[in-house]
């Protein structure tokens, strides 16, 4: 009778267990599922965080790389427009010589026929009346010639009564003089020209002592 009695409170019990087991089985399970999940979660996390932190040491050093790459460009642009201005700027220096002394060689020619003229005018020293049309013909030529001569950048050194210049002058003898002071200009021999600053030809002179 009392077994009778306990068979159904055991299978019960028993069953009981078993609901409870499943019951704790599942809430282990989904404890583990929930935990793995956060844990998942939690290496995902420090694995962004890690993968953005080397994106920004990437990004730094791209940009690190980048600044050093537009310097150095920037650095070969000055470099390029420095090139280029010292090129034009001796092009144009070329260019403003080549228009200075083009005319070097005629005026070298034309200085003889300048002296040559300037000693038909000394020549004439007893004023010749029957040769005053031609002189004065002869001054009038010298005088258009020295105009187109300046014109152009010559510039005559007959200068008296100054200090001996050997980057102008060329002495031919020395004189004493009572009037002109030691290492002056006494007399022009032959007058000196120079063109656009460039000397053409020194003045043969005669130097006081």
Request: overall charge positive; aromatic content about 4%.
């Amino acid at each position: 009778m009392k077994e009778k009695f306990l068979s159904p409170l055991l299978s019960i019990t028993n069953g009981m267990k078993i609901i409870y087991m499943d019951n704790f089985m599942e809430k282990n399970k989904n404890k583990e599922k929930k935990i793995e999940k956060e844990n998942t979660k939690n290496i995902e996390n420090k694995n962004e965080k890690i993968k953005k932190i080397k994106n920004k040491k990437l990004i730094k050093k791209l940009k690190k790389k980048l600044k050093k790459k537009k310097e150095k460009i920037k650095d070969i642009q000055l470099r390029t427009q420095a090139e280029i201005e010292n090129i034009n700027r001796r092009n144009n220096q070329n260019i403003e010589k080549i228009h200075k002394f083009a005319l070097e060689k005629f005026i070298n020619e034309l200085l003889p026929v300048v002296d040559n003229l300037e000693r038909t005018l000394k020549a004439n020293k007893k004023n010749n009346k029957k040769l005053q049309p031609i002189m004065k013909g002869i001054k009038l030529t010298l005088k258009s010639l020295f105009d187109v001569m300046s014109k152009f950048g010559v510039k005559n050194i007959s200068e008296r009564n100054v200090l001996f210049n050997p980057k102008i002058h060329q002495a031919i003898i020395m004189e004493k003089s009572d009037e002109i002071e030691t290492n002056k200009i006494i007399k022009i021999m032959q007058p000196g020209y120079i063109l656009n600053g460039r000397l053409l030809r020194p003045a043969m002179v005669i130097v006081s002592k």
